[in-house]
């Protein structure tokens, strides 16, 4: 009996032993696995920090892109304006041209009527300085007008470039 109670508690001790030391290798196992997930936790953090920052920078881009459309958009509406004003600008040199004219037809009709009717030298060369004036007024008002349209069209090709810059902006979207 005694011999059997000996093995019974040498059995135990042998257990009590193993269990011991299973307890000991699953402790390291745990400790381990702590470190492990702490490792993984810290990475996580690391990279949700990241994809903040890198969601912060992407809203700021969009943001800016967002400001540059809307300063195309003014630059657009404001061009739009000033070739508005251009172009009434050259409607009313065309009508001073226009007046230019009749005035330079009916100054030269009243020179021949005046030439036919009276022939005086002094009078006839009075109206022919007038009419050299009003050339030379009607010359300046043609090189105004050209010096206008010119400036006209380059300020158009600005606009269409910028319009097509604008579309392949838009079009990036």
Known sequence: KQWYQRRVRESLEDQVSVLVKRETELLEELQQDKLSHKNSISQFELKLENNGSELNQSKNLNEDLKNQVSNLTQQIINRGKI???????????????????????RIAKELSDLTESVNSNRIVKDLREQLVDEKARYKQLEVQLEMFKSAAKEQLKKEQSVNEQLRHVSVSY
Request: aromatic fraction near 0%; hydrophobic fraction near 15%.
């Open 83 to 105: 070739v508005q004003e251009k172009d009434d600008a050259i409607k009313k040199l065309k009508s001073e041209k226009k007046k230019s004219e009749d005035d330079k037809k």
